[in-house]
């Protein structure tokens, strides 16, 4: 079992920046693969990026690729996204998962809103 929180959602102008923060409790996190996922209103819940159970491997969306980075620390149980030009069109509430495989959401946070304002 997983539990995950997030922090550092906000209010940023476009073109600014905000990083992401997942933590996870369970003493199994580091053999999780664990993932962003982003809902706008009145959208579908959409893959933001992803990350193996060590940090070797990730994979974006191509709405983000090139702007986010996804990383983690297994020693902190924690995971990071790190969002760089942000655009209007990213606001979303994001959602850190957890998972037995890249792009797997077997657990998911309760979501943090990020807001992009133009």
């Known amino acids: 079992q997983v539990q995950l929180e997030e922090f550092g959602g906000g209010l940023v102008q476009a073109g600014g920046s905000l990083r992401l923060s997942c933590a996870a409790t369970?003493?199994?996190?580091?053999?999780?693969?664990m993932g962003w996922f982003r809902q706008a209103p009145g959208n579908k819940r959409e893959f933001v990026a992803a990350?193996?159970?060590?940090?070797?491997?990730?994979y974006y969306a191509d709405s983000v690729k090139g702007r986010f980075t996804i990383s983690r620390d297994n020693a902190k149980n924690t995971m990071y996204l790190q969002m760089n030009s942000l655009k209007p069109e990213d606001t979303a509430v994001y959602y850190c998962?957890?998972?037995?495989?890249?792009?797997?959401?077997?657990?998911w946070g309760q979501g943090t809103q990020v807001t992009v304002s133009s």
């Open positions: 369970g003493r199994t996190f580091r053999t999780y693969a």
């Open positions: 990350i193996s159970w060590n940090g070797g491997s990730t």
């Open positions: 998962v957890a998972g037995v495989a890249m792009g797997a959401s077997d657990y």
